[in-house]
């Protein structure tokens, strides 16, 4: 199994996913920096992006901010 990290876009209409992106370590580092990780140090639990971190987030990413959605960094395995 490998754990991915992707940054999720949720419709603030119905909170139904309607994008994600996978991303690096870059990401997980900016969005560590900028959160209370405490209890978490692997980042397993998800991370609401907004703000001055959502737009740094999507520069390293390279996303368009939709002002319809909600971000989050999220973590899950696949495989």
Avoid: H
């Avoid at 990290?5 to 900016?30: I, Q, Y």
């Amino acid at each position: 199994m490998r754990v991915v990290r992707a940054v999720s876009g949720f419709s603030k209409a119905d909170d139904s996913l309607v994008w994600e992106t996978e991303v690096g370590d870059d990401v997980v580092a900016e969005v560590g920096a900028a959160s209370d990780t405490s209890g978490d140090p692997e980042m397993y639990n998800a991370y609401p992006l907004e703000g001055e971190l959502l737009r740094k987030v999507s520069r390293i990413a390279g996303f368009e901010i939709d002002a319809d959605l909600d971000y989050l960094l999220e973590t899950y395995t696949q495989g």
